[in-house]
């Protein structure tokens, strides 16, 4: 008759498998962290970039051009006129995991005829 139970060594390699298995976990941890930190901080470069493009599309047609703005999401953008079309350039830095990262948003924008 077996007797009923686990043995140490099946024990022993149980436990080795569950540390490994929670050391791996715990040391992706800190990368979906970053991760999601910088999913965050593009998604409010895209927002700045949105809210610039709202008040470029404005004044692009009168006043092609280029401009910056500094912040937290530091902005530049270049606006150049295309027959009746504003081409606009911006630049979005801000930064992430100490190193500066920049996302380049292009729009167009259609000025109205004479």
Request: proline share 5%; glycine share 10%; net charge positive.
């Amino acid at each position: 008759m077996r007797p009923r139970g686990f043995s140490l060594v099946e024990c022993l390699v149980a436990a080795t498998l569950l540390s490994g298995g929670l050391l791996s976990l715990t040391a992706s941890f800190g990368a979906v962290q970053r991760l999601a930190l910088l999913g965050r901080r593009t998604a409010g470069a895209a927002d700045v970039a949105a809210s610039r493009f709202d008040a470029l599309r404005t004044t692009a047609c009168a006043a092609p051009g280029s401009g910056a703005a500094p912040g937290v999401y530091a902005e530049q953008w270049t606006v150049v006129p295309a027959g009746r079309l504003r081409l606009a350039t911006l630049d979005v830095a801000f930064v992430h995991d100490h190193r500066l990262r920049t996302l380049r948003f292009q729009a167009d924008f259609r000025c109205p005829g004479p």
